[in-house]
């Protein structure tokens, strides 16, 4: 093979794997999307009905028109709360408030619209909230009021525990591994380096997947991430037990994903600190190990362990 066949093949092989690397990236999930069908009180499809999206989490706005059969599709929405607004000739503007967009998900909302003016405003509030019947795996969408609602830690890791089939597991923490010797106990090859892991699944904590804005970060040999980020700027942590798509294929156990909070139409900051004195922790007390040597005290051949 000349030399110029060999450096166009390499360039093409290069190129191949930039777009798989692209390709992963963007796979990762951290908007949700909205669709349905436009319709008038007869049940006939509204064809060029404007459909407009706004919401707490969205710079601008992002509007579509419907097509022949009266269908629209949003992609790409950050997660949060979405007010979505319906115009159309010779109808009146229909306006719905308070629609929850979760990360990973796909509702349907299908909008029926009154005749008469378009300056005349239905609004509709209280409805039913929308059903997602895309979503085909088992996931929990710890949203940001459910995060301020909720007792948890510092870690975004300490919520985890709030979805089905995930659990804390002590021994795949720091604890784990640890050996006797002379000087006490030395961390041994397991573990995670944190107070403690969590399984999913009944997988241990290696085997799951950690995700911040789409990007891994979990420690391949202990588990868990290092990588922490404060709850106040996270906008919603998704839980991923089982039916888990092909692209985390490294995740035998589940998909811990942490999408962080974007911008607004409105500007808007805020202070906050953190403080925790002596005072307010706990510790456990020290449980005496067997000693094979027929000591019973932390300084036979086994030391307590706290």
Known sequence: MSFSRRLVVTLLLAMAACLLVNTQVSAQETTGGLQGTVKDSTGAVVSSARVEVTGNALLGTKAIDTDSAGYYRFANLPPGTYTITVTAKGFKTEKREGLAIETGHLPTVDITLEVGGAAEVVEVSGAAPVIDVTTNTNQTNLTAQTLND??????????????????????????AGMTGNANGSTPGSSGNGLANGFSIGGAADSESSYLIEGQDTENISGGASNANVPFPFIQEVQIKTSGIEAEHGGALGGVVNVVMKKGSNAYHGS????????????SENGSLRYDPNGSLTPGGGWRARF
């Open 150 to 175: 909720t007792p948890h830690g510092y870690s975004f890791q300490s919520v985890i525990q709030y979805a089905p089939m995930a659990r804390n597991e002590p021994l795949a923490g720091n604890s």
């Open 271 to 282: 202070f906050f600190g953190t403080y925790e004195g002596d005072g307010l922790d706990g």
